[in-house]
């Protein structure tokens, strides 16, 4: 399996572990804010599976739709600020039976994501319901926005 | 004999809208599920990913030939929300399938589980098929 997605932010993207990176993610940055990501859907990393990230002013919140993948197939993980997503989506495949279509992929998948603040990774929950899962990250309270009284 | 396919890659796969002949009458995106069908001498087996969609919130009709698989979704967003990226569209779900086999409709059974419609479609005595005896 290769793990993929180091790449894969593209409204926040390139965020690694190395510093040559960073800097050429700040120059991005300052290219890519200028342009509103929620003006462009159907950008995406083009690696499985597809993500919608939210935020409210305490949490970030990912979704992602992982129709008939169970919870013990999926591996959640942070560092850091980037948090992977990986596992296995099995389809059972019925040998002796004929097939009139197979439109369903099934098959191992990875996929990291920086996010664009730090976060609080001990209060990081995730849950999978109906194939969809959600997984609420709650942003470290440096991050968190604070309205100043003004005098 | 079941297996699994494993150790493949999943290919990230974009959400197709449903275009054209059925127009629907409300608002929103309506995408076509993927779908696995298969077929033993029984039954017919329907598998649809409809990622989102309650079990209550799903409709299936049989008629004249024609299978239509309908869901419903329920905004799951919170209203405080602000969009930070946004790589899938969530909306309803709606597809169509001519059956040639003649279905038992009394015996249709469907699922729904993690996100994924499971149908089977038993077959009506008459379309099993018969082995013909032929004499000399």
Redo the contacts between chains.
């Keep these: 399996m290769i793990s993929r997605g180091l790449w894969n932010f593209p409204a926040y993207g390139l965020r690694t572990h190395f510093e040559e990176l960073d800097r050429m993610k700040r120059h991005l940055d300052q290219v890519f804010h200028q342009v509103e990501p929620s003006r462009l859907p159907g950008t995406t990393a083009g690696v499985f599976p597809l993500i919608n990230l939210t935020e409210t002013p305490e949490a970030f919140v990912l979704r992602a739709e992982l129709p008939g993948v169970s919870a013990e197939d999926l591996d959640i993980q942070t560092m850091g600020r980037n948090l992977t997503i990986s596992g296995e989506r099995r389809i059972a495949v019925d040998r002796s039976a004929k097939y009139h279509r197979r439109e369903r992929e099934a098959g191992r998948f990875s996929r990291a994501i920086a996010l664009p603040g730090e976060i609080d990774r001990d209060k990081v929950t995730a849950e999978l319901k109906e194939g969809i899962l959600q997984v609420t990250i709650p942003k470290a309270e440096v991050a968190k926005p604070r309205k100043i009284d003004i005098k | 004999?079941?297996?699994?396919?494993?150790?493949?890659?999943?290919?990230?796969?974009?959400k197709h809208e449903v275009s054209g002949a059925t127009e629907q009458t409300r608002s929103g995106p309506v995408f076509i599920p993927?779908?696995?069908?298969?077929?033993?001498e029984n039954e017919i087996?329907l598998?649809a990913?409809?990622?989102?969609?309650?079990s209550g919130d799903v409709d299936i009709d049989l008629r004249e030939n024609v299978l239509t698989i309908a869901g419903e979704i329920t905004p799951?967003?919170?209203g405080?929300?602000?969009?930070?990226?946004?790589?899938?569209?969530v909306g309803r779900y709606f597809r169509q399938f001519t059956i040639p086999e003649l279905i038992d409709q009394e015996k249709i059974d469907a699922q729904l589980s993690?996100?994924?419609l499971k149908l089977i479609l038993p077959k009506a005595e008459k379309a099993k098929p018969r082995k013909i005896e032929i004499r000399s």
């Design positions: 004999m079941t297996h699994h396919d494993e150790g493949k890659e999943i290919q990230v796969g974009k993927p779908v696995d069908i298969f077929e033993s087996n598998m990913d409809m990622p989102g969609v309650k799951f967003e919170g405080n929300e602000e969009d930070l990226l946004i790589e899938y569209e993690e996100g994924v």
